[in-house]
Each structure stands twice: as C-alpha cells, then as structure tokens.
C-alpha cells in the first residue's frame, strides 16, 4: 500500500498549519493578479470594468422605472375616461425605457461572459508558460527534490485558472458595490434599518463560507503528495512505455487497486469538508430567507398603512431582493478571493523559488592544453547525508580519452553531473582549460561539451529533431543532421526509414514508428555529433544496448572521429575500456586505481579482477 502522510491531530485543515497563509496577509497576491491581467490583454480589462459598471448600475434604474410605471398606470387608470389613448403614452413611454435599460444589462453580461471567455484562454497561457519558463531556470537538484515536485504539482493544477477568477471576483465586487450603492439610495428613504437588515442577514454566510475555503485550501496542500502518486499511478497504467511491464509482471490489478485506495482516503476528507459546508450554507440561507420575507412583510404592511405608494412597494421589494442577492454576491466574492489569493500562494510560491544566481562569464580559459581537472573534489547530494564522491582528484587533456569504471552507485554519472555544471561540488573546485567552472558562462560551458547519458531522452519528434537536440543552435539544420548522424552510425538505418528523417518517432502521435534500443543509442550518438564545436564527449553507457560487435565497431568508429578532443567514457564492458588512455576505477566515490590498461593488469588490483571475470565470460 501507499505510504501516506497522515493529517496531524485535531485534522488535516488547521489553521495554524505551516506555509499556510493567515490573516490579512493572504491578499498579498491580489495586485499581482490584477497586474498580470492589465498586462496580458488591457482592451479586455478595460472592456471588463466598463461592462461591470454598466451591469451594477443599471438593475436599480431598472426598479426605479418599474416604480414608475406601476403608479403612471395608476393614474392613466384615473384619467383614461377623459383623456383617451393620451393616457397611454407616459406608460408607453416609461416601458419603452425600461425595455432600452434591460437590453443594456442583457449586453453589458454578454459583453462580459465574452471578455471572460477571451481573457481566460490568454490568460491561462500566459501563466503556464510562465511555470514552464521558471522550470527552465531551477537546478538540477530541484527537480530530483520531492518537496519541489509538490510545489511543482500545486502550481500547475490551480494557479493557471486562480488569476482570472481573482480578476473576475474583483469585478464581481466592484460590480456588486455600486448595484448596492444605488440600492442604498432608494432604499434608505424608506428606512436605514432596511439597510442594516440586509447586511447582516449576509454576514453570516460570509464568515462560514471563507472559514470552509481556508479549510479546502490547507486539504488541498496537504494532500499534494497523494496526488502526485495518483498521477504516477495513471501514468504507468496508461504509457506505452510501461505497458509490457504492466501486463507481463500482472501489476496492472495491484496498481489500479492503489489507485482506488488513494481515491478512497482523499474522498473521505472531501466529503466531510462538503457536508459540513453545505450543511451551514443551508442554515444560513435559511436566515436570510426569513429576513427577504420579513422585509416584504414590512414593505407590503407599510403600503397597507398608506406610507408608501404602489409603484414604491414594488420598487422596495425588487430592492431588497436585488439588494440581498447583490451583496451575498459580493461577500461571496469576497470569500472567493479569499481562496484564490491561497491558490495563488502556490503559483507564486513556486516562481519565487531562489535560483542560483550565475555570475561567471567566461567562454573560454587562460591554458586551453589544460583540460579538464578535478581537484580534491567531494560531493554530497542535497538532504543527503553520506557523500557520493569523497576526494577526486583527475586530469584529462586534449586528445585524450578517460574511461571511468566502478559498480552502480559509485559515483561516475555524479562526476559527469559536476563537470557539466549541472551541480557544484561540496568541496574541492573542477576546471576547465584553467578556469573554475564556477567561472564560466554556462551557456558556453554547456556549448564546449556533448553529453549522452545512460537514460538519455527518446522525443517524440521526427527523427531529424532527435538528433538537432544535441545542439539548439542548429536544430533544425538538415545538412548537419546528416553529418552527424554519419558520424554516429544512424544514417544508414535513417534512410531506410519510411520518410528519412521527417519519419516521427515514438507512438504518441499519428503515424509514430518506435525504434529498437540499439537504433535509439545511435540516435544519441548523433546527438552527441551535433556539436561540432565541443572540445569534450562524454559518453555514459551509451552502447548498452548493443551486442560486445556493435559496441567494439562504434568505438573504433568513434575514435577515428575524436582524435582532437577530450573523451570520457563511461563502460561496464571492459572490451571498450581498455581502449582508452586513462582508466579510473571508482569505488563507494573514492578513486581505488588509476592508470592505462596494460598498467592496471600487471597488478592484482580491483580492475584486473573485473576484467578478469568478464572476459571468462566471453570464453
């Protein structure tokens, strides 16, 4: 079963819970939305306050000439039998005006519902493209942190929808002010008190109803982790790339099975929260029910008593209905910016994530003969505690070629992670052509090396697009695709492919064909060729899929192609290391032996042991 995190004593929503915004200080995002909005589309947002000011004020003029035309009835009843059809045009008129205010309102919510629907889509894309952007920034090691990930997940599912709803409840505030604005003119010469009562009748589903988001709000922080696991979950299930597994190993029952268990706890939560906030919601909606039609006894007795008019007591009681349903939707807007300034914490709570900053500037070191170098380098993963790599000292010079030999987890991918930038070393400094790497520009460090890792990337993209991801500059360059994949031995399979390399690869889209492991591993090699102005190929593991043959051609094939370069080889087949010019052997992070190949056989040491049982094996 699914480990889960369980909500702390007295429930998962408490208010004191961490990270959790309080007080006044929850509104903090709501500038930041509106500012976002002006500078996606400001003819839509201009379009937005205009309409919503049209739609406030115009229901009251409305009443008001509803008032008027009930007692012009009146007294056109009065004065017919004298006056004739003249008796008509002053209530003629008066509908006529009532009609020209209802269109208004009817164009002024279409015009609305319209902005909406526009600024929604422009909106939603801005905001997501800016979590994609601020993804593009993070490092390496924050994206390997369980913590981010959650910041991550919550980013992504409310906060690309939470700016225009907070927009949207703004207006609907503003809206709803000046409709009670012009309310609270006619209604107070009846009676301040007619004011009063129709506040507070308001408040208290008001308090319930931002009390019950703050709840949902911290369930839904809380609940992050779980619902990443049942996206994993959806994802394995549901992946061509898992599918073999799933169905071969018979994990689909199992994991479905966790699915619905995850289903089952988080439902559990949801619907307590739900019960409890409808069942409120209803005791106070009986409230301010029996306050409506305490009014409208008030109203009616008062026109009873000679008070107030006909065409007035019409006039209150559309008011005070308008009015209540006007100001229940203002503190409802309330409470919901409220809980959109939550979601939007976590909107801005990722963006805000610190990035290091990268001050160095160079693009090129003092003494390019001097390679690469590690000196004294150790290493320790973030909230680890036992280091990786533990006092590594290198070299490796042009023309040179380092393989690096050690079981899994001693560290050899982490040594290519430092050399590339993607992470700093806990101690100890690496240099390159003389300078730290701290130094460089990142983008011309990053340019000078070709990297394939052992789980390198297969997009799904056209074949040509795979292999232009080795260098972005010339991505889609269709001569240097060709070269490069030449040079990585994939040219000939290429062209027997049904269209070259425009034939798409992988099966997410129409028409996609699926490549055989070793055809992949070429690919990355391409990639890797891509970048014919890198001074270092790192290569890790990136013949495992190919029988010892391939794997010894590729090799011959590829020194014949790097003689001017510094190659670092990454290797559990000992056929291929031993063509290199320097081997290290890597234990638990430490260097246990270093030397050629002819070296480290005269000894009884770790590598001429290894090498020793794997070439049994091909005996």
């Given amino acids: 079963m699914v480990s889960v995190k369980r909500p702390p004593p007295g429930g998962p929503v408490r208010p004191g819970d961490r990270n959790t915004p309080s007080g006044l200080a929850v509104y903090r995002y709501g500038w930041a939305a509106l500012t976002l909005t002006w500078t996606t589309s400001r003819a839509l947002t201009i379009a937005l306050a205009l309409l919503t000011l049209a739609a406030g004020a115009l229901p009251a003029a409305v009443a008001w000439v509803g008032a008027q035309i009930v007692d012009a009835v009146l007294t056109a009843t009065r004065v017919y039998a004298g006056a004739g059809t003249d008796a008509f045009r002053p209530v003629l008129e008066l509908v006529a005006l009532e009609a020209g205010i209802v269109a208004a309102i009817s164009g002024a919510q279409r015009g609305l519902t319209t902005c909406q629907s526009l600024l929604r889509a422009q909106l939603g894309q801005r905001v997501n493209a800016m979590i994609l952007e601020k993804a593009l920034t993070l490092e390496l090691s924050q994206f390997e942190d369980s913590e981010f990930y959650d910041k991550l997940t919550r980013a992504r599912r409310e906060a690309s929808s939470r700016p225009l709803s907070m927009v949207m409840r703004s207006f609907t505030l503003l809206q709803s002010a000046v409709s009670l604005a012009s309310y609270g003119v006619i209604l107070i010469r009846f009676s301040p008190w007619a004011v009063a009562i129709l506040a507070a009748a308001a408040l208290p589903a008001f308090i319930a109803e931002t009390k019950f988001s703050g709840d949902a709000f911290r369930l839904f922080r809380w609940r992050s982790p779980e619902t990443r696991m049942q996206a994993y979950l959806e994802t394995v299930l549901a992946r061509e790339d898992h599918a073999k597994e799933v169905k071969l190993y018979d994990l689909g029952p199992v994991f479905l099975q966790r699915y619905k268990d995850i289903f089952v706890r988080l439902y559990s939560t949801d619907r307590d929260l739900t019960i409890r906030r409808d069942l409120w919601g209803f005791l106070f909606g009986l409230l301010a029910t029996a306050t409506l039609y305490g009014a409208y006894a008030w109203i009616a007795i008062s026109t009873v ?39 939007l914490s976590n909107l801005y709570e990722y963006l805000e994530q610190p990035v290091r900053s990268e001050s160095g500037t160079l693009s090129h070191g003092p003494d390019p003969a001097a390679g690469i170098r590690f000196e004294g380098v150790s290493f320790t993963y973030p909230g680890a505690s036992t280091p990786v790599l533990v006092d590594v000292s290198l070299a490796i010079r042009p023309g040179e070629t380092l393989a690096l030999v050690g079981e899994n987890g001693s560290g050899k991918t982490t040594l290519i992670k430092l050399l590339t930038g993607l992470y700093r070393p806990s101690e100890g400094r690496v240099t390159f052509e003389g300078a730290d790497l701290r130094d460089w520009s990142p983008a011309a460090l990053r340019a000078r090396i070709g990297v394939i890792f052992q789980d390198f990337a297969h997009y799904q993209l056209p074949v040509g697009e795979n292999v232009g991801a080795g260098d972005v500059d010339r991505f889609l360059d269709r001569e240097r695709w060709i070269e490069a994949s030449r040079l990585g031995l994939a040219d000939a399979f290429i062209r027997d492919l049904p269209a070259g390399y425009d034939t798409q690869l992988g099966k997410w889209f129409h028409d996609g064909r699926e490549l055989s492991g070793g055809q992949w591993q070429k690919i990355a090699l391409s990639r890797a060729f891509m970048r014919s102005k890198a001074d270092v190929l790192v290569l890790d593991e990136p013949t495992a899929a190919m029988d010892a043959a391939a794997e010894a051609e590729i090799f011959e094939h590829f020194r014949g192609n790097t003689r001017d370069r510094m190659t670092i080889l990454i290797s559990h087949r000992f056929s291929t290391v031993r063509m290199a010019d320097e081997i290290v052997v890597l234990e638990n992070g430490r260097i246990v032996e270093q030397g050629t190949h002819d070296a480290l056989m005269q000894g009884t040491g770790r590598y001429a042991h290894l090498f020793t049982l794997q070439a049994r094996g091909y005996r």
């Avoid at 209905?321 to 979601?343: F, I, K, M, P």
């Fill in 305 to 343: 008593a000679g008070r107030i008019t006909l065409g007035q007591m019409t006039m209150y009681l559309m008011l005070f209905r308008q009015g209540q349903t006007a100001l229940s939707s203002g503190l409802t807007a309330v409470g919901g910016l409220y809980e959109d300034n939550l979601y």
